[in-house]
């Protein structure tokens, strides 16, 4: 039987995911967590095989709980299980250590051939998420954006003009707009909209 541990801050979705899984016969539920430190505790006493985590909650989110849980165990595979995939989140937690990433609608023989696969050591991703990864590592390495840019494009988020901008950071509107050019350039886009959406994504802004 394989072992596995739900993380999930909605009761209803591990409910849900508890009727799934334990309708397969090799597959059985031994522990349920409502929050991220909620499962690093269980992690320590379940011994489950596969952790279905999930990403954004409260607290200690998925990425933070999976890291501490494979800091202190060798032996759990961890798949992030969430409705996001955003390039920034993909990233996060497969460089935190996670075998896989699903998307929750998947169909529950997908769902459950995962957990297999993931158990087996295997690495687990939605095919959406397996060409987000394949797009980043083409991708030239991206440079990083100043703090004085990184500025700017907070306050172009907030709907900014160019001219309050300058007079919010006391720089010139002319000053302004080189920073603008120069994050475009950094970032591959051409306008203003784009530049703060990439941004959001990569994990340069909140």
Do not use: C, W
């Not at 009727?19 to 597959?27: I, K, N, R, T, V």
């Not at 935190?96 to 995962?114: C, E, H, I, N, Q």
């Amino acid at each position: 039987m394989i072992r596995i541990m739900l993380v999930d801050d909605h009761p209803v979705v591990r409910e849900g995911l508890r009727g799934m899984l334990e309708a397969e016969p090799d597959l059985t539920v031994v522990g349920e967590a409502g929050s991220g430190e909620e499962a690093v505790a269980q992690a320590r006493v379940v011994e489950a095989d596969v952790i279905l985590m999930d990403l954004r909650m409260r607290g200690l989110d998925g990425v933070g709980a999976t890291e501490r849980i494979l800091a202190e165990s060798s032996r759990a595979r961890v798949v992030v299980l969430t409705t996001y995939e955003t390039d920034a989140d993909i990233l996060r937690a497969v460089e935190a250590g996670a075998s896989g990433y699903l998307l929750k609608d998947a169909s529950r023989a997908d769902l459950a051939g995962a957990i297999r696969a993931a158990a087996r050591g295997e690495t687990v991703l939605a095919p959406s998420v397996a060409g987000k990864l394949v797009n980043q590592v083409r991708r030239p390495a991206q440079q990083t954006l100043s703090a004085r840019e990184v500025e700017v494009l907070a306050l172009v988020a907030k709907g900014l003009t160019n001219a309050e901008i300058g007079r919010s950071l006391h720089i010139t509107e002319a000053t302004v707009k080189t920073h603008l050019l120069r994050s475009f350039g950094k970032l591959g886009v051409s306008d203003r909209t784009a530049a703060v959406t990439t941004a959001m994504a990569q994990g340069l802004l909140p």
